[in-house]
């Protein structure tokens, strides 16, 4: 029978949580893909101000399908200082590769969840930017779900900080025209920096399966911007992109709000995970018994 083990990982004072599927010992006639659940690992960077039992209907859909989790959580301080992000995506990165309890994992599967994606897109930058060190990171990586992204400009990045912080209307008011006064005087290492990330993340994608869940309304994702990028990389890249888009729906909310549509296109990306997975394997198999 399955169980659940939590533990704490740290890093530069932020406490990171794997939770870890505890198993039986393997059967000797264990399918493949069986195998290789339990050497997958899902880097699940969470949106700000995330409640614990929203996490967990993220973390069961997981355990559903026999993967562990590593939970990364959103700080606000990454996106109002870029700096931070910089420091922190360095040092995730080496924990990744060199913590045994995680450098043990063969592949990473990536769950960015509004302002978690901004945080993972800077770690790819920081990777691309130190590719000799930090290869062994991306290479890990074989799947993206970017959920509820807080992109498409400055101002749905700047709106989506103030929700997160806050739920109070009139705090929500506020804090967007406090942001506005300090990224105007700090504009070169704030804004600039913003508009690097987005510009990486449409013309670096990586060459693994992708999957985007978004929706027309929401006032921190340009529906439209991220569509018209999903079909350039279609056209131009030929990545792998699976979509699921709501006309009405919530910011970082959508499993709650539309759960049959959600567990749909997410089981249709684990399959094809898995699939991309095996398919590598073998590629890595054949190419070895060629030497």
């Known amino acids: 029978m399955e169980t659940i083990?939590?533990?704490s990982v740290n890093i530069g004072g932020l406490e990171l949580k794997l939770r870890k599927i505890v198993r039986p010992l393997p059967q000797s006639d264990e399918s493949s893909e069986t195998q290789n659940r339990s050497t997958t690992l899902v880097l699940f960077f969470g949106w700000l101000g995330a409640k614990p039992r929203a996490l967990d209907n993220y973390f069961n859909l997981y355990q559903e399908s026999g993967l562990d989790v590593l939970f990364i959580p959103g700080q606000a301080k990454l996106f109002v200082w870029p700096p931070s992000v910089d420091v922190f995506a360095k040092s995730?990165?080496?924990l990744l590769m060199r913590n045994t309890k995680i450098s043990s994992y063969d592949s990473f599967l990536v769950h960015?969840?509004?302002i978690g994606c901004y945080v993972f897109t800077c770690c790819l930058m920081k990777a691309y930017k130190h590719r000799q060190e930090f290869s062994p990171f991306v290479d890990k990586i074989k799947g993206v779900i970017m959920d509820s992204p807080t992109y498409g400009s400055f101002e749905r990045m700047r709106k989506g900080v103030a929700g997160g912080l806050a739920k109070n209307p009139i705090v929500q008011t506020v804090v967007?025209?406090?942001l506005s006064i300090y990224f105007f005087f700090a504009w070169n290492c704030t804004v600039e920096f913003f508009e690097k990330a987005m510009h990486?993340?449409?013309e670096q994608p990586l060459n693994v399966p992708y999957a985007f869940f978004f929706s027309q309304e929401d006032p921190m994702c340009d529906a439209n911007v991220i569509s018209g990028m999903i079909e350039n990389w279609r056209e131009k890249m030929s990545t792998t992109v699976i979509t699921r888009?709501?006309?009405?729906s919530v910011h970082a909310g959508h499993l709650r709000h539309h759960p049959g549509d959600y567990k749909e296109t997410f089981n249709q990306f684990i399959s094809l995970y898995f699939d991309k997975l095996h398919e590598h394997i073998m590629e890595q198999a054949a190419s070895k018994s060629k030497l």
Not at 245 to 248: A, E, Q, R
């Open 112 to 114: 960015g969840m509004s």
């Open 92 to 94: 995730l990165m080496e």
């Open 176 to 178: 967007p025209r406090l």
């Open 5 to 7: 083990s939590v533990t």
């Open 245 to 248: 888009f709501w006309k009405k």
């Open 200 to 202: 990486f993340l449409e």
